[in-house]
């Protein structure tokens, strides 16, 4: 069981950034890849990035790409994703999610853990 609480989230404006941060409850956050999620209101859940349980490998949907970061430090089981050049389009309330699986990352239904989720409010 892994218990994930996300913080970081706020209003920011255009072009500023933000880092949420989530941290994982238990002793073998390694063992698992984690993700990023948002979800606007009115719309789908989407994929953000992933990383693996290493933290060799990232991976980002396109319309992130350059803008985030996500990290990991599994010496204190707690990933982070660091977001520049903020847009409006990327209010949404951000969930990290925690996985077993290897591959299909950017699926949510690979992911078996998540976090309550966090705001994010960009102003134009």
């Known amino acids: 069981q892994v218990q994930l609480v996300e913080s970081g989230g706020g209003l920011v404006q255009a072009g500023g950034s933000l880092r949420l941060s989530c941290a994982a409850s238990g002793r073998t956050f390694s063992s698992y890849a984690m993700g990023w999620f948002r979800q606007a209101p009115g719309k789908e859940r989407e994929f953000v990035a992933a990383i693996t349980r290493s933290g060799g490998s990232t991976y980002y949907a396109d319309s992130v790409k350059g803008r985030f970061t996500i990290s990991r430090d599994n010496a204190k089981n707690t990933v982070y994703l660091q977001m520049n050049s903020l847009k409006p389009e990327d209010t949404a309330v951000y969930y990290c999610?925690?996985?077993?699986?290897?591959?299909?990352?950017?699926?949510?239904?690979?992911?078996?853990?998540w976090g309550q989720g966090t705001q994010v409010t960009v102003s134009s």
């Open positions: 999610a925690a996985t077993n699986t290897y591959g299909f990352y950017s699926r949510g239904r690979a992911y078996d853990y």
